[in-house]
């Protein structure tokens, strides 16, 4: 059976400060310049989850999308979207909120969700020119 890519695509927004506790404000303003404002900064994320898997020849879906877009809103923008990731975020609490962490956080918090037949790919823009992808 063929095997295939889909991608659902969402948004959030979310405020961030980059900085490091165990450094002076000096260095991390070094390190982070403007992301290490201590009043914080946003961004609006743009996501697309990818699943990759075979086709079912019943459904002719890879994956039910509907469902997809579900999880989607259940573990990432009702967690995320219009926080302080910094603040009311649990997994951020004692983790840098750089685009490269929250990736690997969704990542983690959908994986649980979907099984391990279907690989799966997370695409976080940050910026329309910055952006990371993760596949655990």
Same mark, same amino acid.
């Given at each position: 059976m063929p095997r295939i890519t889909i991608h659902r695509k969402a948004h959030?927004?979310?405020? @961030?400060?980059l900085f490091?506790?165990?450094?002076?404000?000096?260095?991390?303003?070094?390190?982070?310049? +403007?992301?290490? #404002? =201590?009043h914080y900064h946003g961004h609006n994320y743009e996501l697309i989850v990818s699943l990759t898997g075979e086709i079912d020849p019943e459904t002719g879906?890879?994956?039910?999308?509907?469902?997809?877009?579900?999880?989607?809103?259940? @573990?990432?923008?009702?967690?995320?979207d219009h926080k302080n990731?910094?603040?009311?975020?649990?997994?951020? +609490?004692?983790? #840098? =909120?750089?685009?490269?962490?929250?990736?690997?956080?969704?990542?983690?918090?959908l994986r649980v969700k979907i099984e391990k037949?279907?690989?799966l790919e997370i695409t976080l823009y940050?910026?329309?020119?910055?952006y990371v992808t993760y596949s655990g």
């Open positions: 959030f927004n979310a405020a @961030h400060r490091n506790p165990k450094w002076s404000d000096e260095k991390n303003v070094e390190v982070f310049g +403007k992301c290490s #404002n =201590p879906y890879v994956y039910d999308l509907g469902k997809l877009k579900d999880l989607i809103k259940i @573990h990432v923008e009702d967690s995320f990731l910094n603040i009311e975020v649990e997994e951020f +609490k004692n983790l #840098n =909120p750089s685009v490269e962490n929250i990736a690997v956080v969704i990542y983690d918090k037949k279907y690989d940050e910026t329309p020119r910055n």
